[in-house]
């Protein structure tokens, strides 16, 4: 098993949809959570970064955190055809190496 | 955040050949981490580069394979050695800020070996 889990896609929404994004993961003892965007052809951009459980948001994006189930989620408002990209999620126990999901591709059609 | 650049942006190389990509920063940092990208597959960390000491190579990567300087706290390299096509990925480059337990990467080197 994986120590995180991530649906690869692809995820295909209209314009305007609330789209949600999520990641499972096995070790307990991550603490730091954070989300990725990845455009084709580039380096991975920090999004979201969460500490412990909770939600933080930022504009039309909402990150979720729930440490008793071991499970987070990204959740876009008002997807736009610019949000279309691969969103990684990402977590570790606090500066130590980062562990990846595989990835979500997300296509936004107008 | 910082900026990072990294080169060469992509390269096509021959079989048994080395490539030697570069990372630059925009700002002092201590640690700067190298990863793979696989086509379908999640980032995995090769190694984790800090100045004045040896790199630190995660398992399944040696350092004759994939050897590492790191000369001063704005620079680093990465060589990927005796090439073959099952090297070919993306290589990125990334740096933590210390303060926050944040990573930001460079955009990548797209190396395809034939």
């Known amino acids: 098993q994986k120590e995180v889990e991530q649906d690869p896609g692809p995820l295909s929404v209209p314009e305007g949809a609330i789209v949600s994004l999520n990641c499972t993961y096995s070790?307990?003892?991550?603490?730091?959570f954070m989300w990725y965007r990845q455009y084709s052809r580039k380096g991975p951009e920090l999004l979201m970064y969460?500490?412990?459980?909770g939600n933080k948001e930022d504009g039309r994006f909402t990150a979720q955190v729930d440490k008793s189930s071991k499970y987070i989620s990204l959740f876009i408002r008002d997807s736009q055809p610019s949000d279309s990209a691969t969103y990684l999620c990402a977590m570790n126990t606090g500066f130590q190496k980062l562990v990846f999901g595989t990835g979500t591709r997300l296509l936004v059609s107008p | 955040s910082a900026v990072i650049s990294q080169k060469p942006s992509r390269d096509i190389c021959q079989r048994g050949t080395s490539l030697t990509i570069q990372c630059q920063v925009d700002s002092q940092v201590t640690m700067m981490f190298w990863y793979r990208q696989q086509p379908g597959q999640s980032l995995t960390l090769i190694a984790t580069a800090n100045q004045g000491s040896e790199a630190t190579y995660e398992s399944g990567f040696v350092i004759d394979k994939f050897p590492i300087s790191r000369p001063n706290l704005t620079f680093s390299t990465l060589t990927v050695s005796n090439m073959s096509p099952e090297d070919s990925s993306i290589y990125l480059c990334s740096v933590e800020d210390s303060s926050y337990n944040e990573q930001f990467f460079g955009p990548g080197t797209r190396l395809t070996v034939l």
């Open positions: 969460t500490y412990s459980s």
């Open positions: 070790n307990s003892a991550f603490q730091y």
